[in-house]
């Protein structure tokens, strides 16, 4: 009986140890079947990714698209999509729609699912801005990476263009580790090849920029061995290129007050080149010019010069504009309506001298001014004049008509050197703009 006693209460005591009933899986001694169990929950359950994780932990993003939920830490702090779409348990490989949410050159934006930049990811971004130099994206806060091309350079400026409604845009950006000196970065893999419509008036000779625009901005003086000299310039109305000193920036210069260059896509009525605008300050005698500097006397009188410029005026009211080929700096012309002793030949359209029409001028230590009866418009005009040194003529053209028949070439400039300029004075408190399509110069040997 004292046998029996003990057993039972050796049971009742273990029998009062294991109530409740709590299963210790970490010290269980058999094999868990919960295959009979009415409710589980292995894992923890939540709409943004944790911070921290470490190796072999799971996650369920109930956040996500169905099928795209489950997520494993694969190594310290770092998740893995396991499961959902063609991914077949890898790293999520397909392309993301992306809205852009950042600023121009510091782009962002966040897919749904919070996807952790991994090699090879592919985002379609939408940009909220135009690109203007090297640009950074920064993916679900992931960090901003610098956007290269594929070949590790940064973007230049225009290579990333806004989307909108009437001009929809994308970027495919591909995530890479060991781009940018193994810091990684969003390669942009767009545009494969660049398509140029038919060439018109205003693209003839482009050259395919990354953001599906022509670049006809140009200007090169050349020599072909045999004496001659010729120099053209075009203007496509891309802002970047008139500021940047490798193009057109070098050409364009600013007298006194401030003033500013900026791309047009057209100017006036009817069919219109794209150009490029000079704009002055908005005090009377502020001053804006385009001409060549440092050593750009390339042509030379006595050569049979040709000089073609397509140009369109902001206002016909106080206004001072020289356009042609001049001995002195454009720096000098522009605060006088006397053409300078040292030569020049073009056209002057001054209200301040009483000019009413665009005026043809031959000049030196004295000038020939002959009015053409030709007005100036808000229009692009056709500016052209050839000196036939051979017999001893200059003919003026505008719009193609020759005006100006009986202009005298008594003051022709004597044999010297002559650089092109382009200039607008304001002669009011008041900003007035000069828009260069392009200029053709060319001299005889």
Not at 78 to 100: Q, R
Not at 224 to 243: A, K, Q, Y
Request: proline content about 4%.
């Amino acid at each position: 009986m004292r046998y029996w006693s003990v057993v039972c209460a050796i049971t009742a005591v273990a029998c009062m140890a294991q109530s409740p009933t709590k299963v210790n899986l970490g010290d269980q001694g058999v094999n868990p079947d919960f295959s009979a169990m009415s409710h589980t929950r292995p894992m923890t359950v939540g709409t943004v990714l944790p911070a921290t994780c470490q190796t072999g932990e799971l996650f369920f993003n109930s956040g996500a698209t169905a099928g795209q939920n489950l997520y494993a830490c694969t190594a310290t702090n770092t998740w893995t999509l396991e499961s959902g779409g063609s991914t077949n348990g890898s790293a999520i490989k397909t392309a993301l729609s992306i809205t852009d949410s950042g600023s121009a050159n510091a782009y962002t934006g966040c897919d749904a699912n919070s996807t952790v930049p991994t090699d090879g990811l592919l985002i379609v971004l939408k940009p909220a801005h135009d690109n203007t130099g090297a640009s950074t994206y920064n993916h679900c806060a992931a960090g901003a990476k610098p956007v290269q091309t594929a070949y590790g350079a940064a973007m230049l400026a225009g290579s990333i263009r806004a989307d909108g409604g009437a001009s929809p845009s994308g970027v495919l950006l591909r995530y890479s580790s060991a781009a940018n000196g193994g810091n990684g970065a969003w390669q942009n893999l767009t545009p494969g090849q660049v398509q140029l419509p038919p060439q018109t008036a205003s693209n003839f000779s482009q050259f395919p920029r990354a953001d599906g625009n022509g670049l006809t901005q140009w200007a090169s003086p050349t020599n072909p061995g045999d004496g001659r000299r010729t120099s053209l310039v075009e203007c496509n109305g891309r802002s970047w290129d008139l500021v940047n000193t490798a193009l057109l920036g070098a050409l364009f210069s600013f007298g006194s007050g401030a003033g500013g260059v900026t791309g047009s896509a057209s100017t006036g009525s009817g069919t219109q080149l794209p150009g490029c605008t000079l704009t002055t300050g908005a005090a009377s005698g502020n001053n804006v010019y385009y001409n060549l500097t440092g050593d750009d006397k390339i042509f030379k009188t006595g050569r049979n010069l040709h000089f073609d410029v397509t140009v369109a005026l902001s206002a016909t009211t106080s206004t001072r504009n020289w356009i042609g080929l001049t001995g002195a700096a454009a720096a000098t012309i522009v605060g006088s309506a006397t053409p300078p002793v040292s030569g020049f030949l073009g056209f002057r359209y001054d209200t301040g001298a009483g000019d009413s029409a665009w005026q043809c001028v031959v000049a030196s230590t004295a000038a020939t001014v002959v009015g053409s009866s030709v007005s100036p418009s808000t229009n692009q005009v056709h500016l052209k004049f050839i000196a036939d040194d051979t017999n001893n003529a200059v003919h003026f053209y505008i719009d193609g008509t020759e005006v100006c028949t009986a202009t005298s070439i008594t003051n022709y400039p004597p044999a010297t050197f002559l650089s092109f300029a382009l200039t607008e004075t304001t002669l009011t408190n008041a900003t007035r703009a000069l828009t260069m399509a392009y200029q053709w110069i060319q001299g005889d040997k």
